[in-house]
């Protein structure tokens, strides 16, 4: 049976993820069957395995870094954001339905279950499995519902990595104060600390880990230094800014930042080109000047068509094209460039219709059922 370890943070957006893909990829290396996992994933930037299954796109990547096939078994339970409080719920690679709320007992219950079997059949088939938890297992009101961090560590019997940000400040305080907030149980499940993203002489951390040591009882077992070359595709387009400040560049590509942008991160290879500046726009006036507009994926296609009529984006992006500019239209976007979309059944919202941006001679009908 695979060895367990777990890589959980003080915050979202620490470095989780790359972390447990380099210990896939040094695992891999030293000669190790390794399986990524994480339980439960929130995340519209999906992967698509041989099968046609959806999980989170940083398993897929980490099944890169592990030389290994992407599996539904490596995040058993996808969650995708929709319009309001609504999110889809994508269990062993497929759409189980929509759900508001995800604090009752049965509901917890399924995560679970669905967890437990996934890492029963990893176990099997594999020598270590790297586990990722999800934003911060100090959450005293989500105890009794977790379903990513230390109830996957038990459930794994995974000692755990707990990660902290040095770029943010404060990464001290807030591996004292995670340590503090959780459960005696679950804090001997710690098995080290890691610093993360630091820039600077590690030197001049020696007495702050001395203290963070001896408050905490753990050890600091790194620092990694910050690497402003490292690209990662994120999980949340919360870390898009809608305008970036850019030097001079030969193409201006202007991204449309949709209220439901799904699989955001398909414009990023462009910010690797040196003659290409890419920007994220949520107004009309961000699409002056931009030889591209790209119109990307939406989780709620309609309602970002809406969306874009009251901000005034529908008038820009068509007077674009009429002007002969180029625009790019990636799955919602396309439906939206079409000349009407459909949902008779609410497939993805409440039931209707819309027309598009008429700029295509096409028409979108959501039917049940989705094909990857």
């Given at each position: 049976?695979?060895?367990?370890?777990?890589?959980?943070?003080?915050?979202?957006?620490?470095?989780?993820?790359?972390?447990?893909?380099?210990?896939?990829?040094?695992?891999?290396?030293?000669?190790?069957?390794?399986?990524?996992?994480?339980?439960?994933?929130?995340?519209?930037?999906?992967?698509?395995?041989?099968?046609?299954?959806?999980?989170?796109?940083?398993?897929?990547?980490?099944?890169?870094?592990?030389?290994?096939?992407?599996?539904?078994?490596?995040?058993?339970?996808?969650?995708?954001?929709?319009?309001?409080?609504?999110?889809?719920?994508?269990?062993?690679?497929?759409?189980?339905?929509?759900?508001?709320?995800?604090?009752?007992?049965?509901?917890?219950?399924?995560?679970?279950?669905?967890?437990?079997?996934?890492?029963?059949?990893?176990?099997?088939?594999?020598?270590?499995?790297?586990?990722?938890?999800?934003?911060?297992?100090?959450?005293?009101?989500?105890?009794?519902?977790?379903?990513?961090?230390?109830?996957?560590?038990?459930?794994?019997?995974?000692?755990?990595?707990?990660?902290?940000?040095?770029?943010?400040?404060?990464?001290?305080?807030?591996?004292?104060?995670?340590?503090?907030?959780?459960?005696?149980?679950?804090?001997?499940?710690?098995?080290?600390?890691?610093?993360?993203?630091?820039?600077?002489?590690?030197?001049?951390?020696?007495?702050?880990?001395?203290?963070v040591e001896q408050r905490t009882g753990k050890p600091v077992l790194g620092v990694l230094p910050a690497q402003a070359d490292l690209y990662w595709e994120e999980e949340d387009a919360a870390t898009l800014t809608p305008r970036a400040t850019l030097a001079?560049?030969?193409?201006?590509?202007?991204?449309?930042?949709?209220?439901?942008?799904?699989?955001?991160?398909?414009?990023?290879?462009?910010?690797?080109?040196?003659?290409?500046?890419?920007?994220?726009?949520?107004?009309?006036?961000?699409?002056?000047?931009?030889?591209?507009?790209?119109?990307?994926?939406?989780?709620?296609?309609?309602?970002?068509?809406?969306?874009?009529?009251?901000?005034?984006?529908?008038?820009?992006?068509?007077?674009?094209?009429?002007?002969?500019?180029?625009?790019?239209?990636?799955?919602?976007?396309?439906?939206?460039?079409?000349?009407?979309?459909?949902?008779?059944?609410?497939?993805?919202?409440?039931?209707?219709?819309?027309?598009?941006?008429?700029?295509?001679?096409?028409?979108?009908?959501?039917?049940p059922g989705k094909r990857t």
């Amino acid at each position: 049976m695979a060895r367990c370890l777990m890589v959980q943070g003080t915050a979202s957006g620490v470095g989780k993820s790359l972390i447990a893909t380099a210990l896939c990829r040094l695992l891999m290396q030293n000669g190790c069957r390794v399986a990524p996992f994480k339980a439960w994933n929130m995340s519209l930037n999906a992967c698509v395995t041989s099968d046609g299954a959806e999980i989170g796109k940083a398993q897929g990547i980490q099944a890169e870094a592990a030389g290994v096939l992407p599996s539904s078994d490596f995040n058993p339970m996808l969650v995708k954001p929709k319009a309001g409080q609504t999110s889809q719920v994508v269990l062993n690679g497929r759409p189980y339905g929509d759900f508001t709320g995800f604090a009752a007992p049965d509901f917890v219950r399924l995560g679970h279950e669905t967890a437990a079997a996934a890492l029963e059949r990893l176990k099997a088939d594999y020598d270590w499995i790297v586990i990722e938890g999800a934003g911060s297992p100090a959450e005293p009101n989500l105890r009794d519902r977790d379903m990513a961090n230390m109830a996957i560590a038990e459930l794994a019997d995974a000692p755990v990595l707990l990660v902290a940000d040095m770029e943010r400040g404060g990464a001290f305080a807030a591996l004292v104060g995670t340590m503090a907030l959780l459960e005696p149980c679950h804090r001997q499940r710690v098995a080290g600390l890691i610093l993360n993203r630091y820039h600077g002489a590690p030197a001049i951390l020696e007495s702050g880990i001395r203290e963070v040591e001896q408050r905490t009882g753990k050890p600091v077992l790194g620092v990694l230094p910050a690497q402003a070359d490292l690209y990662w595709e994120e999980e949340d387009a919360a870390t898009l800014t809608p305008r970036a400040t850019l030097a001079e560049r030969d193409l201006t590509v202007a991204v449309i930042r949709l209220p439901h942008l799904a699989n955001f991160t398909d414009a990023t290879p462009l910010q690797a080109e040196p003659d290409v500046a890419v920007r994220y726009v949520d107004r009309p006036e961000g699409l002056v000047g931009a030889d591209l507009i790209i119109l990307p994926g939406s989780k709620n296609t309609i309602a970002d068509l809406a969306w874009l009529h009251e901000r005034g984006l529908a008038n820009a992006i068509s007077a674009h094209s009429r002007s002969k500019g180029a625009t790019l239209g990636l799955c919602g976007g396309y439906q939206m460039m079409g000349l009407r979309l459909e949902d008779p059944d609410g497939r993805e919202d409440a039931p209707g219709a819309a027309d598009g941006l008429g700029l295509l001679p096409v028409v979108t009908r959501f039917e049940p059922g989705k094909r990857t």
